[in-house]
């Protein structure tokens, strides 16, 4: 039998995990436990187990110091960490070390133990045939390679691809295939989140939530394609009806989008091959698929995109009436015809409805108002911020977006030096530059060289507003933006604009918006973003 040890400090979770499982169902022995590092260190040297389960964070020696030494010493060992969502960045570091899987101690129930300890059976069992210290691959890994060879290097004859399908009990046939690719929408946001730069944490964590979710329905494969993409492949050989088959896969990327949602807190889009039957045609769905998946930029995240989908011209046109009446705000004839005709000569010719495309427009559209109209260089700097966030946006209606504020942004202050005395121009100018800090009226008027009260009419008589409302209208303004593109909380965000008190920021950003900071979120990203401790309705 496979020899285990389990190391954790608490007590009670330490005999809940002793008595809940049955170890001899796994052709497991428990054969001694440790409330320490320093402790299972040595149980490991006289007991030479198969299996460490180990917690994280314990004193005398931590369980990361346990399984570096443990992976000095061999890489047979298989390693289970118990964990805490907080720890996720430790988890990351251990997964460095070929942990085989981790088991959250808070949410862990029976049955996601045994399904752990099932698979961790299975490696041993494996393991106990092969030649010993050799170099094995997992379960999952094995699959990967195996599709990843046949659709994409050429590797396997389709007669070796059955073989291999049989060899590693892989439940697919080649009668009414279809193959999706899921795409996990703002992942660099989830990556900024648990702070897990290459990914990798995040892609193993998903693939387990996948995998979990596909066995249920049993008849998908689930493979890591690249970064924040999986290819889910599925036969209904026993389903007769076309109905019947999109009404099971509505529902099981429908029950796959609301597990992401509620364990990671992002959206997901999917692009859908057409049916076909035969293994060869799997190539040519996984392009349906990935053409599908191009569609998600005009047609927006958090869906099921088919290839047939003929929507998106339409869309594009319906989208882009928005950017000709952006160009409006300049008020400037010649500019607004310019950007006119640049929109309808991209609508007319291009056939490319891909993001790099669409960027390439915007660049043109970002740069026309510059080149007719003369500009400072706070302007050029602001234009390249602007482009900077329409390069991250994942859909056309948010990079649309972008470019409305910019062009408000331009509008204004292309009428700087037309509408404003030098005095004011030089305020407005000071307070684009310091309104984040505690920028008061005596420190601009000084600043332009009047008097606190002779500077406050003049401002408000040229600009019809008065001064603490530009400033809080130009901290909303930030605000706004640093919502949309993180996932600070409100009051960090508020601080950060220079609201010394969360309430008063929270009353301004509703008088400007209507909504609140958390709602404001919610309106664009409310699928894909985190509703972070500390928000107000």
């Known amino acids: 039998m496979h020899r285990v040890i389990l190391v954790e400090d608490e007590m009670l979770v330490r005999l809940g995990l002793?008595?809940?499982?049955?170890?001899?169902?796994?052709?497991?022995?428990?054969?001694?436990?440790?409330?320490?590092?320093a402790e299972a260190w040595q149980l490991y040297e006289s007991l030479a187990p198969d299996l460490v389960i180990t917690d994280i964070r314990m004193p005398v020696m931590d369980g990361m110091e346990l399984i570096r030494r443990i992976r000095e010493k061999d890489a047979r060992t298989r390693i289970i960490i118990l964990t805490c969502v907080e720890e996720f960045e430790t988890v990351r570091q251990a997964l460095g070390y070929g942990v085989s899987?981790?088991?959250?101690?808070?949410?862990?129930?029976?049955?996601?133990?045994?399904?752990?300890?099932a698979k961790i059976q299975q490696e041993l069992d494996t393991l106990s045939q092969s030649k010993p210290n050799a170099p094995r691959l997992s379960k999952e890994t094995i699959v990967e390679n195996l599709f990843k060879d046949y659709l994409f290097r050429n590797y396997h004859t389709i007669q070796e691809f059955n073989a291999k399908l049989a060899e590693n009990g892989i439940p697919l046939t080649e009668s009414k295939l279809v193959l999706l690719l899921m795409e996990i929408?703002?992942?660099?946001?989830?990556?900024?989140?648990?702070?897990?730069?290459?990914?990798?944490?995040?892609?193993?964590?998903?693939?387990?939530?996948?995998?979990?979710?596909?066995?249920?329905?049993?008849?998908?494969?689930?493979?890591?394609?690249?970064?924040?993409?999986?290819?889910?492949?599925?036969?209904?050989?026993?389903?007769?009806?076309?109905?019947?088959?999109?009404?099971?896969?509505?529902?099981?990327?429908?029950?796959?989008?609301?597990?992401?949602k509620t364990i990671f807190n992002v959206s997901v889009t999917f692009g859908q091959s057409s049916i076909r039957s035969g293994f060869p045609e799997l190539k040519?769905?996984?392009?349906?698929?990935?053409?599908?998946?191009?569609?998600?930029?005009?047609?927006?995240?958090?869906?099921?995109?088919?290839?047939?989908?003929?929507?998106?011209?339409?869309?594009?046109?319906?989208?882009?009436?928005?950017?000709?009446?952006?160009?409006?705000?300049?008020?400037?004839?010649?500019?607004?015809?310019?950007i006119q005709q640049e929109v309808r000569k991209f609508t007319n010719c291009s056939t490319q409805n891909d993001k790099v495309s669409f960027l390439h427009l915007f660049a043109r559209l970002m740069h026309l108002p510059l080149v007719v109209t003369p500009t400072e260089e706070n302007v050029q700097q602001a234009a390249m911020k602007y482009f900077?966030?329409?390069?991250?946006?994942?859909?056309?209606?948010?990079?649309?977006?972008?470019?409305?504020e910019y062009m408000a942004f331009l509008s204004e202050s292309l009428q700087w030096n037309r509408q404003y005395s030098k005095e004011i121009v030089q305020a407005r100018q000071y307070i684009h530059q310091r309104f984040k800090l505690n920028v008061s009226l005596s420190e601009v008027s000084s600043h332009v060289g009047m008097s606190p009260n002779y500077?406050?009419?003049?401002?408000?008589?040229?600009?019809?507003?008065?001064?603490?409302?530009?400033?809080?209208?130009?901290?909303i303004d930030e605000a706004k933006k640093v919502l949309l593109e993180s996932n600070q909380r409100s009051y960090e965000i508020a601080?950060?604009?220079?609201?010394?008190?969360?309430?008063?920021?929270?009353?301004?950003?509703?008088?400007?918006?209507?909504?609140?900071?958390?709602?404001?979120?919610?309106?664009?990203?409310?699928?894909?973003?985190?509703r972070a401790e500390g928000d107000q309705k």
Not at 213 to 240: A, P, T, W
Not at 388 to 404: G, I, K, P, Q, Y
């Open 185 to 260: 929408d703002y992942f660099e946001r989830l990556q900024h989140k648990y702070k897990d730069v290459k990914g990798n944490l995040i892609s193993y964590s998903v693939h387990n939530v996948l995998k979990e979710v596909c066995d249920s329905y049993k008849r998908f494969v689930v493979i890591h394609d690249e970064r924040n993409r999986f290819m889910l492949i599925g036969s209904f050989q026993d389903v007769s009806s076309e109905h019947r088959m999109l009404t099971e896969l509505n529902e099981m990327t429908d029950h796959i989008a609301k597990i992401m």
């Open 101 to 117: 899987d981790y088991i959250l101690k808070l949410t862990m129930t029976p049955v996601d133990i045994e399904k752990i300890l």
């Open 388 to 404: 900077s966030r329409m390069e991250r946006s994942e859909s056309l209606a948010e990079t649309c977006n972008v470019f409305d």
């Open 284 to 338: 040519a769905q996984y392009v349906e698929s990935a053409d599908a998946l191009m569609k998600k930029y005009v047609l927006g995240t958090g869906r099921m995109i088919r290839q047939s989908d003929q929507q998106v011209q339409a869309e594009v046109e319906n989208q882009l009436k928005a950017v000709t009446a952006s160009g409006e705000r300049l008020q400037n004839e010649v500019i607004s015809k310019q």
């Open 455 to 475: 500077f406050s009419k003049q401002f408000r008589s040229e600009t019809g507003e008065y001064l603490t409302d530009f400033i809080n209208r130009l901290r």
């Open 18 to 37: 002793r008595n809940a499982v049955n170890w001899q169902q796994f052709n497991m022995n428990l054969v001694a436990d440790a409330a320490n590092g």
């Open 495 to 530: 601080a950060s604009v220079g609201f010394a008190d969360h309430s008063y920021f929270s009353r301004v950003f509703k008088k400007y918006t209507g909504v609140s900071p958390t709602e404001y979120r919610d309106l664009w990203y409310g699928h894909g973003t985190e």
